[in-house]
């Protein structure tokens, strides 16, 4: 059986993440950041889901997504009812899960070519 390596038509890969750290192509990143399967935005500045506020999705919505999935670290931690309804009143799906789990989701999303962006929590 021969095997072939496929590539994303996409710039940015996410090939995995945990509560500590992220691949994104062939960079581990450790702090906070935004992925869409074009952009990347290092250093989000956001340390802690629970005291998110609406201004902290704007790197996400500037991306015209229409689904966000937030990675909230090694557990799955709510942002508040505010955060969510942000998206909810713009028409944007947002799915909330642990860090390993959001990238799984991510990686299947982009790959069907959605419009999907990915923000992924580490704490600061």
């Known amino acids: 059986m021969q095997l072939n390596l496929e590539r994303p038509d996409y710039q940015y890969s996410l090939r995995g993440a945990d509560g500590a750290s992220a691949l994104v192509n062939d960079r581990r990143l ?3 950041f935004v992925v869409a399967p074009n952009s990347l935005v290092e250093d989000w500045p956001v340390s802690d889901t629970g005291s998110m506020t609406p201004g902290d999705l704007d790197a996400l919505l500037a991306l015209e997504p229409e689904l966000l999935v937030l990675g909230t670290g090694e557990i799955q931690k709510f942002p ?3 955060v969510m309804a ?3 009143q713009r028409g944007i799906g947002i799915e909330v899960m642990t860090n390993a ?3 799984r989701t991510y990686s299947v999303l ?3 070519g959605r419009r999907v962006v990915a ?3 580490f704490p600061g």
Do not use: I
Request: net charge neutral; with cysteine; charged share 10%.
């Open 30 to 32: 450790t702090r906070s």
């Open 101 to 103: 789990a959001a990238a």
């Open 86 to 88: 942000t998206c909810l």
């Open 110 to 112: 982009a790959g069907e």
């Open 80 to 82: 508040p009812a505010v």
């Open 119 to 121: 923000g992924f929590v």
